[in-house]
């Protein structure tokens, strides 16, 4: 008997399935014929932005550039920032230099010209315009730089804020490690020359014809101004400028009187006398540099002794013997064992005695005794004591009384002083007497600043009048220089025409950062002085000058009058400056 065949493939064979794909080269039929063919989605509604015209769109533009403009200009001279806008003037200064206070600028004369560029006394802008416009503000970044860094520390420079910011120094390494000094200055001149004829939009030969007229009346009034500074004359060079008919020194047998005449720069040998060093010789031949031999003032001749007042041991044994019996009176015996009497209060040192208790004796508390500076303030009748408990290196608690008469403290005596005179340290300076009314000294050498701050009335003037009084009477032009800020203009203006100022005492608010970010140039500078001759500081480097023959290099020292003042006004860059001199400078002798 035959086996039979599989039905599953009979069955197929007999009923097709009708889910089978179609043949190839045949037509599929269509899915769903008998319904209707679904109409196309509609096209999106277009925007707000999209409905508005080409001109439309160019007024909203120009009244954006314009605002933001504005409101960098704002930020730029307002005191108070939001954190937004400080963070973003900080970045733009960062990566433009001091071309941010120019790209604000532009902003809005680009937003005002789009919102009226249809008057028709306003020149068009093209794209030649434009194009020259952006050449020239890169070329002055460029060359902003230059002027403040060198290539070497354009970077670093740059993050300062200083400069053509990191645009600026970009541009700068490029052409100066890419075509050397001499390729750079040409491909400078090349750039303004192209940058010019695009942005006035004129060929290089017109601008040439324009240009030559201007740079021949610059030379002409250049020529004379140089001829009146170094025009000949029959007499020797004086270096003190002009002198009197009065007889020498020598024969009227004191000093010369000599007429200053305000700033010198510092590599000038020819500075004029100071007011407090009037006995100086010089040596002048027409043939070689005139040397100044400077002489330092005797203290005797400047400054007026102190009188000491007349001091009352009975009036002092009396408040001892109070303060005894006032602390004996809280449960608090002591003894006073030391008194120590200062310029304007009086320490009475006061040793805790035993009390006895039902564990035995004990002695007072030091706790106790200050915790009551009011009752013994009520008792001695003074306006208010400070209880240092203990003192430090002694046994004893310190009560300090203010005197009933205040003694003067004289700057004379203290520089007189033994201390002071065995102090060798250029910077050192005096600040008064201690609780005892030993002398006080201090050295701004080891000191990375010094912020001198008080009440009104509390002596901060005096004291910077004294720093700088003591900086003068042992430092000559030759191993100090400083730089003097007083925006108040009655404080330090004073030392004006004294030949160890750098410049005329600032005194305008804009132009402090000028001179704290000339600092910091001065700083970098001396840091690539040292590097070339292998000296670690000033110290060092002034040494190997000294045994080489060379020309050293002074201390400089700035001192600013109302700081919280320039803080307000220019904050950021107030306290960058500071902050990077306060570190890096000491090194450097600022």
Not at 16 to 34: D, F, L, N
Not at 270 to 275: G, I, K, S, Y
Not at 483 to 497: A, I, Q, S
């Amino acid at each position: 008997m035959p086996a039979p065949k599989p039905a599953s493939r009979s069955r197929k064979a007999a009923k097709p399935t009708g889910k089978a794909r179609p043949s190839k080269g045949k037509a599929a039929p269509a899915k769903g014929a008998r319904k209707r063919a679904q109409p196309a989605p509609a096209p999106p509604a277009p925007s707000w932005w999209d409905q508005l015209s080409a001109e439309r769109k160019l007024d909203i533009l120009g009244i954006l550039l314009a605002f933001i403009g504005l409101v960098i200009i704002l930020s730029l001279i307002s005191v108070n920032r939001s954190l937004f806008l400080g963070g973003l003037i900080q970045l733009l200064g960062q990566i433009f230099g001091w071309g941010v206070y120019i790209l604000p600028i532009g902003l809005v004369v680009m937003g005002m010209w789009l919102v009226f560029r249809k008057i028709e006394r306003i020149p068009p802008v093209s794209v030649e315009r434009l194009t020259g416009i952006s050449l020239l503000f890169l070329w002055l970044l460029t060359f902003l730089h230059t002027l403040v860094a060198a290539p070497e520390t354009a970077e670093t420079i740059a993050l300062t804020g200083v400069g053509g910011g990191s645009l600026g120094g970009l541009f700068q390494r490029a052409l100066w490690f890419g075509l050397g000094a001499g390729g750079a200055l040409i491909a400078m001149l090349a750039w303004l020359i192209i940058g010019l004829s695009l942005m006035l939009d004129i060929s290089v030969q017109d601008l040439f014809r324009w240009s030559g007229p201007v740079i021949s009346r610059l030379r002409q009034q250049l020529t004379r101004r140089l001829a009146a500074i170094f025009a000949p004359s029959n007499s020797p060079a004086k270096p003190f400028g002009p002198r009197s008919n009065r007889p020498s020194s020598a024969a009227q047998g004191g000093p010369a009187a000599v007429a200053t005449n305000g700033y010198t720069p510092l590599k000038t040998a020819a500075a004029p006398m100071p007011a407090i060093a009037p006995n100086l010789s010089t040596t002048t031949t027409p043939s070689s540099p005139t040397v100044i031999h400077w002489a330092l003032p005797a203290v005797h001749d400047i400054l007026d002794a102190g009188s000491a007042p007349a001091v009352n041991e009975d009036f002092i044994q009396q408040r001892a013997r109070l303060i005894e019996d006032t602390l004996a009176s809280f449960g608090a015996p002591a003894q006073v064992v030391e008194i120590s009497r200062g310029p304007t209060i009086t320490q009475f040192g006061v040793e805790p005695l035993f009390v006895e208790s039902r564990g035995g004796r004990t002695r007072v508390r030091v706790s106790k005794i200050a915790s009551l500076s009011d009752d013994l303030a009520l008792a001695l009748a003074a306006p208010r004591i400070r209880i240092q408990a203990p003192v430090p290196g002694h046994g004893y608690v310190g009560i300090e009384v203010p005197n009933e008469e205040m003694m003067l403290v004289a700057l004379r005596d203290i520089v007189d002083s033994e201390i002071f005179q065995r102090n060798k340290k250029p910077l050192s300076f005096a600040l008064g007497r201690d609780v005892a009314g030993h002398p006080m000294l201090a050295n701004l050498e080891s000191m990375p600043h010094l912020l001198i701050a008080g009440t009104t009335g509390s002596g901060k003037s005096v004291c910077v009048n004294a720093i700088l009084t003591s900086m003068l009477l042992h430092n000559t032009p030759d191993d100090l220089r400083l730089v003097l800020v007083d925006p108040k203009r009655v404080e330090l203006t004073n030392y004006n025409g004294i030949p160890h100022l750098l410049g005329p005492v600032v005194v305008e608010m804009e132009r402090v950062v000028g001179a704290l970010q000339w600092m910091t140039r001065e700083m970098d500078k001396r840091y690539h002085t040292f590097a070339q001759v292998g000296a670690r500081n000033i110290t060092d480097y002034n040494a190997r000058m000294k045994m080489q023959g060379g020309k050293r290099l002074p201390m400089l020292v700035i001192i600013i009058d109302e700081l919280a003042d320039l803080m307000m006004i220019a904050p950021d860059e107030t306290e960058r400056t500071i902050t990077r001199l306060a570190q890096l400078a000491r090194a450097t002798g600022i």
